[in-house]
DNA sequence: ATTATCCCTACCTATTTGGTAGGGATAATT
DNA sequence: AATTATCCCTACCAAATAGGTAGGGATAAT
């Protein structure tokens, strides 16, 4: 299952996208508000996202949070890496945090890690879409 | 992230499958043994798997487990409900395990239900593999 | 000076995960 | 009848993760 922490950072880029208007930065209580995110832990997402540049923020009395990263360029296992980490459901077949099944006898013969690349490889295509595709589902 | 518990289970069948010649009931001794999982934690597993009746017992001095539900007949899927639970990754999209995201504010135009809706239906069917095509791989 | 914002550290509770411990019941074998 | 190898059941446990909350400092517009 994805967590909440991802889900709410897909909604929140979401709703960057959609209110990135005249020019003026989008606050987190207005995210918050709208979307149902508790402000605190919003904050704590928020600065996530802003380490991985994914979003840049202004200070003081109109500030607030803009895209860095275009957004037609964040894709949603963008957002998933960064918050949740892998993608894949076995970490043997993760691309970006490959690690060894400590319980594995045999890498190149099991099973199991040929099913779940399968499986990553019909993920990934979905999972690429961007938040700009996604607004406008 | 599949749970090791569901990983275990996988590799519990695989083996079961590939041991019940003989007319044996293969040992959790064995299982554990060949397959690297923690002996009591093992029982555990089984008893999940014996209690969902995909498989039975056998008590005594050459006692063992078996299939209940034959091995061609039990999917992937099938395993990570019992012990994982929802194959989904956001609870709305379940069709096993529905539930509603409790932040949602329109269930109907959620851009995320969309696409982790098309996500599941993508990944379905790579887990209806079943046991004995997962053991000829 | 005030206010609205972002920024940072620390803390907290409940649940889940991945086990371990100990012993009872059963049935084949000796 | 005793031994042994198995399954069966309950209870416990430590570490990690999830989902927050609390409190206050820094910044910049008004």
Chains 1, 2 share one sequence.
Do not use: W
């Amino acid at each position: 299952m994805l967590t909440k922490r991802t889900k709410y950072a897909i909604k929140t880029l979401i709703y960057l996208y959609e209110n990135e208007v005249d020019n003026k930065p989008v606050s987190a209580k207005s995210i918050s508000e709208h979307e149902n995110i508790p402000f605190k832990f919003l904050e704590k997402i928020l600065r996530e996202l802003r380490q991985h540049r994914l979003i840049k923020s202004e200070r003081g009395a109109v500030g607030g949070y803009r895209f860095l990263k275009p957004a037609n360029t964040i894709t949603v296992a963008d957002v998933m890496r960064i918050i949740d980490g892998p993608i894949a459901l076995i970490p043997c077949v993760s691309e970006n945090f490959y690690q060894k099944c400590d319980e594995c006898i045999d890498e190149e013969t099991c099973k199991l890690r040929l099913l779940f690349r399968d499986l990553r490889d019909k993920m990934l295509p979905v999972l690429e879409e961007t938040i700009v595709d996604l607004s406008k589902k």
